[in-house]
């Protein structure tokens, strides 16, 4: 059974930080393209950012130069790094792979 279980969201104030981390369990993860979506409030589901197994990643044009997408294969986990936050990043944060979700963590960013 797959699980993914993301942890790190927070309140935080414009211009900070956050790490958001995603525990997987129930697939060989290093072989996984694995990615991080957003939905903020009365908004479809985003792509955030997404890193394949080669260890090449994307990034919505949004996010670009601001947050970083990492692995460790070992671990089995996923990260999020957040830099320079804005208050259009509030969302509920969400790590994919293939069609298995995780149930998200809220990031809310005050101005």
């Known amino acids: 059974q797959v699980q993914l279980v993301e942890s790190g969201g927070g309140l935080v104030q414009a211009g900070g930080s956050l790490r958001l981390s995603c525990s997987a369990s129930?697939?060989?993860?290093?072989?996984?393209?694995m990615g991080w979506y957003r939905q903020a409030p009365g908004k479809e589901r985003e792509l955030v950012a997404t890193?394949?197994?080669?260890?090449?990643?994307n990034y919505a044009d949004s996010v670009k130069g601001r947050f970083t997408i990492s692995r460790d294969n070992p671990k089995n986990t996923l990260y999020l790094q957040m830099n320079s936050l804005k208050p259009e990043d509030t969302a509920i944060y969400y790590c994919?792979?293939?069609?298995?979700w995780g149930k998200g963590t809220l990031v809310t960013v005050s101005s």
């Open positions: 129930g697939i060989t993860f290093s072989l996984h393209v």
């Open positions: 890193i394949f197994s080669s260890g090449i990643t």
């Open positions: 994919n792979t293939a069609h298995h």
